[in-house]
């Protein structure tokens, strides 16, 4: 049971960085209808440059939470900076085009950041220092160590906070309008470019806070990082209903817990046929499946034509 | 009359072809002696073809082969050597096989058109399985430094060898220390699902189910991954007294942190691949008592090991990684059975390379007839006061050890 | 070069006349290449022969019908294997080529129509990315179907692949004719060729073809397409086993020809080269294609250069050449869809599309 426990908990804390990346993916397809590939990679950068300033800073005698305090925020600007520059040079002039373009360019624009960063940061795993010693609890013979919680309590409340700035300030609704009709908000008054470009502001900064949590948590980076992360947590976003925030919390969890127990217990329940290898397909097993039985997703109420 | 025109310059282009064809085809593999019949005081130059990723993920061990050849390229010519009674120039032919093996096929012809005499080369087996083809129908000798997949030397062909202890020697080993002196009972075993990480895994689950010991589970992840609590979850539950890990340091290292914060207390141990300074930076305190194996003996016990790392050190401001010292021996068994054959010509030197009983820098390099290197000493080490400390060193296979030994003795004798 | 170029210009025997200097041309290479740049060079050609015939694939898929397809490698692992396992001493099993490349092919088209069926209602951006992970599954199957039974191998691959054979003249010996040596790396250039001549031939008629056009009526408007009485379902079905079987058959020659192959040559990048392969050269456009896998196959080797030049000029490989191919091929993407979307050899249509704001575009996004 304990160990039923555990693999519980495994499962949400995994999910809870989906669910940090997922907001990102859902929120930019939500107003542009652009899935943007480059989104992994922005966490990815968020977290090399966490590691980057957390390694500069780690011999200064600073306090560790000072430390990475400095480093979130450094990881946050750089990551708004590439988001909204992005949007203007790849995205913004494509918007009226066919499809298949923003798409192009978007898996290009992955490429770009992926081996700028190989460039930049070298293509080796690169540790993280250890700032802080985690305390670790247990409930019920289940262990896990405060960093843990703090990223699933973190989740949550960004979580709560976007709903909750979508929900009642006026560029949240402008950014809805936006969503509903772009041409309509335009005449409205709403300045549709400005609102895009803090979407993406918006996508990136959480980017970069889910690429702090993916540093301290694992302990490492590499310039490949963000593409499966990428994958699984649009493959979240899709789960739980794209274009809708709780949705994306939602399959976040979710498809952290499948794999997390799937791995844990597939072995077992087929009898050694299939093993803890075939992971990575269940998020891509789960994907098509939603696609093909329920494309708006768990929490999705638009069925568009898209899917 | 423009047709009649055209049709003649078609004709002549054709025949111009045909006949260019015939002349340009290169004549069926001129060998690299071909100098040798040149009058006797001439220098012969015979170019070593070195092959591995020097761009890509895995440059920074590519780079560390191509170091270890061009190093030893150069203590020959410093030294002045002389094959069949002419002096000889070596010359260093390096390539880039991109760890990836459609490339590895073009590198592997680049270089047999570059007619080298030999090749150090290549380093992930799937670049050395698909090029040995080539080689082999080029009559180059090939030696992988470090392909451990025991498919490279099972082909059939007489050109390839390897101056490392592959999967199915290193494995076992670590088998027979995990039974035998760590006295494990109940082991879980990971793999990171690539070829060398699995072979190694497959290899020493063998030997620990026939040594008795209790396999409590058989786990997966792939060389991407860093999340690892879910099978480190089920591994728990089954409360085994050692981990064995086939894998590299990027999945070894977060996963002995994970292990940590799960409370495991078992046992931890892997292969060369985790065996790297890399492991204890990424595990930090975690890395603390893990245990890798090395073929090899220590660097700081290798005949010539201590030397070699200082003169690396000296050439190319860098610590050896991992595979310089492979490179550098691969050279020297080369150029020894060009002596012994007084041939440069693959051709010749070919059948001595079988024969070579060589004090290399990683110790005594002798191959069997498919050409794996002949129980080669493998050494386990174990992380203290974050550092890796050699442990012990095994020798697999102890009844045919005793023949390499007098050999070697026999060797030592005639230097 | 090409035909379809020449063929307004010239009168019918002239043009036969043409496609004589082109055969003589295109016969006569391997060995020109081979005395001037060395074998190395011929086995290049080999390869971007594959690659043409693999692009023309994936041209059906995402040029023609505008099927965006992220995991078309898959259909070339697929006959690759399909190959290497009934031609290897893997199950002991040696069959002939011309049975297995078929073989292969069919596989690789009920594969296509296995991701094709499931993902029908898909469009865009959810196709690319269902598309994607079908590619990462079949690259898992693969990886792992060594237990607990063993079929492929695992990471480990297939070794010993057989080579092509006709008769008794197998392609991975050397044969001496009339003074010519012709070396394994020939006699697969005149395989790959045949084999990539037709498959342009194919794509060429396919083009005008009646089900060339339904796919171009699709790919601009799926619902006036079916509409006009096209029956969308089948004639995307076919587009994807289409494509699949190109992407089978060079895979099956892929496997005969390097005689090993394990899953790490059937990664999401291979997928992504063939694509750029497609999207640079011109989607839709035959020529425009073939342009694509010919220049995407020679610049990474021009490429390796560069390390070179940097090591001889700053004494340090400062920009690693495989990291500046991929930025190059990002770069190029990003540059190609903003200023000229159609390709380096647009197709007279696809031109037309992107050039137009057209408001078609519009509704499509209002509808969004």
């Known amino acids: 049971m304990d160990i039923f426990l555990q693999q519980l908990i495994n499962g949400l804390v995994l999910g809870s960085i989906y669910a940090l990346v997922a907001l990102g993916y859902t929120m930019v397809y939500g107003i542009l209808g652009l899935i943007n590939f480059a989104h992994g990679d922005i966490v990815m950068v968020g977290a090399l440059v966490t590691l980057t300033v957390t390694q500069a800073l780690a011999g200064s005698g600073l306090p560790a939470p000072v430390i990475l305090l400095i480093a979130a925020c450094a990881a946050i600007a750089v990551c708004i900076l590439l988001g909204i520059s992005m949007e203007r040079v790849a995205y913004r002039p494509l918007r009226r085009a066919p499809r298949l373009a923003p798409l192009i360019t978007a898996i290009g624009i992955s490429m770009l950041l992926q081996y700028s960063a190989a460039l930049i940061w070298g293509k080796q795993y690169m540790p993280m220092p250890e700032l802080i010693k985690t305390d670790h609890y247990a409930v019920a013979g289940a262990q896990f160590t405060g960093l843990q919680a703090f990223i699933f309590l973190l989740a949550c409340a960004v979580m709560a906070g976007l709903l ?34 803090f979407t993406f502001l918006l996508g990136s900064a959480l980017g970069a806070l889910a690429g702090v949590m993916v540093v301290l948590y694992y302990g490492l980076g590499h310039y490949f990082m963000g593409f499966m992360l990428g994958m699984k947590a649009f493959t979240a976003a899709v789960l739980g209903g794209i274009g809708n925030v709780p949705g994306a919390m939602l399959g976040g969890m979710l498809l952290g817990l499948i794999e997390s127990l799937a791995s844990g217990y597939i072995g077992d329940l087929t009898g050694g046929v299939l093993g803890s290898n075939y992971r990575d397909i269940f998020a891509f097993l789960v994907l098509i499946l939603v696609l093909v039985l329920r494309p708006s997703g768990l929490m999705g109420q638009r069925v568009s034509d898209r899917a | 009359m423009k047709r009649r025109h055209l049709l003649s310059v078609v004709a002549a282009l054709a025949l111009a072809v045909i006949y260019g064809c015939g002349k340009e085809a290169p004549p069926p593999a001129p060998k690299a002696a071909a100098p040798a019949a040149a009058p006797a005081p001439e220098m012969i130059t015979v170019k070593i073809g070195s092959a591995s990723p020097l761009t890509g993920p895995q440059a920074h061990i590519g780079i560390d082969i191509r170091n270890g050849v061009q190093l030893a390229v150069e203590d020959l010519n410093a030294a002045g050597v002389e094959i069949g009674g002419k002096k000889v120039k070596f010359e260093m032919v390096a390539e880039d096989d991109e760890a990836n093996p459609t490339k590895a096929t073009t590198v592997a012809q680049k270089l047999a058109d570059a007619k080298v005499a030999a090749v150090v080369g290549h380093f992930n087996s799937g670049a050395s399985i698909p090029a040995s083809k080539i080689y082999a129908d080029a009559g180059i000798p090939q030696i992988s ?67 008795g010991a209790k396999i409590v589970a058989r786990e997966h992840t792939t060389d991407k991954d860093t999340d690892f609590s879910a099978i480190l979850t089920k591994i728990k539950g089954r409360k085994p007294d050692l981990i064995m890990f086939g894998g590299i340091d990027p999945q070894a290292g977060p996963m002995v942190k994970q292990m940590v914060s799960l409370g495991i207390k078992a046992k931890f141990i892997g292969g060369d691949g985790m065996q790297t300074p890399n492991f204890i930076k990424l595990a930090g305190d975690a890395a603390e008592g893990m245990m890798a194996s090395m073929p090899g003996l220590p660097k700081d016990q290798m005949p010539g090991g201590k030397a070699f790392v200082e003169k690396y050190k000296a050439k190319f401001n860098a610590e050896v990684e991992l595979f310089a010292p492979m490179g550098y021996d691969a050279v020297m068994v080369f150029v020894e059975a060009m002596k012994r054959a007084a041939s440069a010509d693959p051709a010749k030197f070919l059948p001595e390379v079988g024969n070579t009983n060589h004090q290399g820098v990683i110790g005594p390099i002798a191959f069997d007839d498919k050409g794996d290197l002949k129980n080669g000493p493998i050494t386990i080490y174990v992380v203290k006061g974050g550092k890796w400390e050699a442990l012990e060193t095994v020798t697999p296979g102890a009844p045919e050890s005793a023949e390499p030994k007098a050999a070697e003795k026999s060797d030592a004798a005639k230097k | 070069m090409n035909p379809v170029a020449t063929r307004r210009a010239l009168s019918p025997r002239q043009r036969w006349l043409a496609y004589l200097v082109i055969a003589a041309l295109l016969l006569a290479l391997p060995f020109a290449v081979d005395a001037l740049l060395g074998r190395a060079w011929v086995r290049i050609i080999d390869v971007a022969l594959l690659f043409i015939l693999l692009a023309l694939g994936l041209n059906i898929v995402v040029g023609y019908a505008g099927l965006l397809d992220l995991g078309y490698i898959a259909f070339f692992a697929v006959g690759a294997y399909s190959y290497a396992l009934l031609a290897s001493p893997q199950f002991g099993i040696h069959g002939s080529f011309l049975l297995l490349l078929p073989l292969g092919a069919l596989v690789a088209g009920v594969f296509g129509i296995v991701l094709g069926a499931p993902t029908l209602r898909l469009r865009g951006d959810y196709l690319a990315i269902v598309t994607l992970g079908f590619g990462e599954i079949i690259r898992i199957f693969l990886n792992n179907l060594n237990r607990p039974v063993n079929i ?195 197709s007279s249509t696809r031109r037309r599309e992107f050039a137009i704001e057209d408001e078609a575009g519009d509704e499509e996004r209002a509808n969004a």
């Open chain 1, 164 to 197: 909750w700035f979508i929900k009642t300030s006026r560029i949240g609704q402008a950014m809805r309008a936006t969503e509903q009709n772009p041409d309509v908000a335009g005449l409205m008054g709403i300045d549709t470019n400005r609102i895009i470009s």
């Open chain 2, 145 to 211: 430094p470090s392909s451990t997949n025991p498919k490279y030397t099972q082909q059939g062909f007489k050109t390839t060898f390897r101056v490392v202890a592959h999967d199915d020697q290193q494995g076992p080993t670590l088998g027979k220390f995990a039974i035998e002196k760590l006295k494990a009972k109940s082991i879980a075993i990971i793999d990171d699902s690539t070829a060398y990480g699995q072979g190694l895994a497959d290899a020493f689950e063998a030997t620990a189910r026939a040594a």
């Open chain 3, 152 to 346: 492929t191998n695992g990471p480990q691959g297939i070794t010993l692949i057989d080579p092509l054979q006709f008769g008794g003249i197998a392609l991975n010996q050397s044969y001496s004719v009339g003074g010519l040596t012709i070396a394994p790396v020939h006699g697969y250039y005149f395989v790959f060729l045949a084999c990539a001549l037709l498959a342009i031939i194919i794509s060429l008629r396919l083009e005008d073809s009646r089900i060339g056009r339904a796919w171009v009526a699709i790919r601009e408007d799926e619902v006036a397409a079916s509409a006009m009485g096209i029956n969308t379902r089948n004639i995307k079905l076919l587009a994807f086993a289409m494509g699949a079987t190109f992407g089978g058959i060079s895979g099956g020659l892929f496997a005969s020809f390097q005689g090993f192959i394990s899953p790490e040559s059937f990664t999401l990048l291979d997928s992504i080269m063939v694509l750029c392969m497609v999207v640079l050269g011109g989607m839709g456009n035959v020529g425009g294609v073939v342009l694509g896998a010919i220049l995407l196959t020679a610049l990474p080797e021009a490429l390796r250069y560069v390390g070179q030049l940097q090591q001889a000029w700053f004494g340090a490989v400062y920009i690693d050449p495989s990291d500046l191919r991929m930025l190059l091929f990002g770069l190029a993407l990003v540059l190609m869809m903003l200023f000229r979307p159609a390709g380096l050899w647009p």
